[in-house]
């Protein structure tokens, strides 16, 4: 932690943040959150769904530590603590139609966002216990989701069979974890540093931005204007259209799966520890 602090020190004083591009909004109040790995805006139900990995006593992110999912307003209170239970180690979320779908080691959760209760387990195939994020299309009615073990990206299809999807290609440093659906393309990292996307059509895979320069943890789209990424060390950057990187965070803690709601107009970012911030982010990326 302290090499990360004297990192964004540095950076700061150099002028290499651009923090006029973001403000903090809030950080969740009501019960702390216990490790929070990823959040997601539900507009149907206009709540907020964070996952917690619940790894305070283990230390061990991936391993069953009975996790689970909160319930937050839209203005960061949490209205549920366990709102749903019965999760090993909760990561990646995605709101798909009426549910919910967690990544969980080595099954996909769906939930049911109207009752917080459990509607279906999609165990992964042999090998795979380490999945991480996850994004659903609702036009095509499929998932896709990361395995930071094997790096690998599968999608499931809406009978709950798992296919591989993608294989780490012949790259020096192959890395998975976020995921984004965007139109006919899966945002993916790929390679650590680097942000690719996946044309899911021709499998065709295209460098977006090979200026990342350290591990991708969360992916979410702003706007037409780019996208955000966040780090495992705590920045938070912004990816155009034409691969420019800048970074427009760098606070120290570690950020996880983020969240862009257009709704809400906020960049939601889980820190990891025990809470969910909301940023504005300024016109002006």
Do not use: R
Request: hydrophobic letters at 35%; aromatic letters at 8%; a positive charge.
């Amino acid at each position: 932690m302290k090499k990360t602090l004297s990192l964004t020190l540095l950076l700061l004083l150099t002028g290499c943040i651009d923090s006029s591009s973001i403000k903090e909004q809030y950080k969740s109040s009501g019960a702390n959150l216990s490790i929070p790995e990823s959040v997601v805006y539900d507009k149907n139900q206009n709540v907020i769904y964070a996952s917690n990995v619940n790894s305070i006593k283990s230390s061990n992110p991936w391993i069953n530590n009975n996790g689970f999912i909160s319930k937050l307003d839209k203005n960061g209170k949490v209205i549920k603590l366990k709102w749903a239970t019965g999760l090993q180690s909760p990561k990646g979320l995605a709101v798909y139609k009426n549910s919910l779908f967690v990544s969980d080691l080595n099954q996909v959760v769906q939930i049911d966002t109207t009752t917080g209760k459990i509607v279906n387990k999609f165990p992964t195939p042999k090998g795979i216990k380490m999945l991480n994020d996850i994004a659903c299309d609702e036009v095509k009615e499929e998932c896709f989701v990361s395995d930071s073990g094997t790096k690998q990206i599968f999608k499931l299809s809406k009978d709950g069979k798992f296919t591989l999807l993608y294989d780490k290609e012949k790259v020096s440093n192959p890395e998975q974890n976020g995921l984004y659906i965007d139109q006919d393309n899966l945002i993916m990292q790929g390679e650590v540093g680097k942000l690719k996307s996946l044309n899911l059509k021709t499998k065709k895979v295209t460098t977006i931005s090979d200026s990342v320069g350290i591990s991708i943890d969360g992916i979410t789209k702003y706007e037409d204007k780019g996208y955000i990424v966040s780090t495992w060390s705590g920045g938070i950057y912004f990816v155009d259209k034409q691969g420019k990187t800048k970074q427009i965070l760098g606070d120290g803690f570690n950020t996880a799966d983020i969240f862009y709601s257009n709704d809400l107009d906020l960049l939601l970012v889980p820190d990891f520890a025990h809470h969910i911030l909301g940023y504005k982010v300024s016109q002006k990326l």
